[in-house]
Each structure stands twice: as structure tokens, then as C-alpha cells.
Nanobody, 121 residues
Framework: QVPLVESGGGLVQAGGSLRLSCAPSGYVFGIDLMGWYRQAPGKQRELVADITGSNVINYAEFVKGRFTISRDNAKKTVYLQMNSLKPEDTAIYYC???????????????WGQGTQVTVSS
């Protein structure tokens, strides 16, 4: 696996915005599906949004109209723009990507360490 590195979390008031970024920590041959998940205390990890290499996007119902996922294939980076944040969006946000380390490998799912997003009321 090639670890992913997330950035951009923090503390924000309700109604505010944050932008998360995620990229591999080292060289990769290719990246297919990339996505963001979140896990609130006492809850299971859930999908927030994902995006394929050809920019087909899937959003969870609870973020539609508020969050936007995008990717820069040249930088091998995925972003999550979060607007109109609510206290219930408070969670650790994890990046996930299907990564191919070299030409001969298969795509393998990799995870970031997570970044805390806290929305105060």
C-alpha cells in the first residue's frame, strides 16, 4: 500500500466552509477511484463522496448540494469542498483511493490517517 496524506481539516462554525485535500505520500503508477469517508464518534465509517478516473461522481444524500468532490489527475490529488457545514458533519474524514504502484501491480485500496473536522453550533 501507498499511504495517503490528507490536509485541510479544522474547526469551523456552522454555515462555514472547509476544503480537504488528499494525495499519495510517494510515487504511484496510477490511481482509479478516489473518495472521502467519515466516521463520527460511536458511528460506523460512511461514504461521503467518490469520483472515478473519468470524473463520474457519487454523493451521499446527506451532502448533496453542500459538498463538492473533485480531482486533479496530474497531481494525483482529490479534494472535498465542504460548504454550509452543520454540527452533524463533525467527524474524522478519511481519504481512500485505488492505487496501482507500478505497471505490474493490481489496484489496491489505500487509506489516509484521517483529518478531524469539527463544526460548532
Amino acid at each position: 500500500q501507498v499511504p495517503l496524506v490528507e490536509s485541510g481539516g479544522g474547526l469551523v462554525q456552522a454555515g462555514g466552509s472547509l476544503r480537504l485535500s488528499c494525495a499519495p505520500s510517494g510515487y504511484v503508477f496510477g490511481i482509479d477511484l478516489m473518495g472521502w469517508y467519515r466516521q463520527a464518534p460511536g458511528k460506523q465509517r460512511e461514504l461521503v463522496a467518490d469520483i472515478t478516473g473519468s470524473n463520474v461522481i457519487n454523493y451521499a444524500e446527506f451532502v448533496k448540494g453542500r459538498f463538492t468532490i473533485s480531482r486533479d489527475n496530474a497531481k494525483k490529488t482529490v479534494y472535498l469542498q465542504m460548504n454550509s457545514l452543520k454540527p452533524e458533519d463533525t467527524a474524522i474524514y478519511y481519504c481512500n483511493a485505488a492505487i496501482k504502484k507500478n505497471y505490474y501491480n493490481n489496484y489496491v485500496s489505500s487509506w489516509g490517517q484521517g483529518t478531524q473536522v469539527t463544526v460548532s453550533s
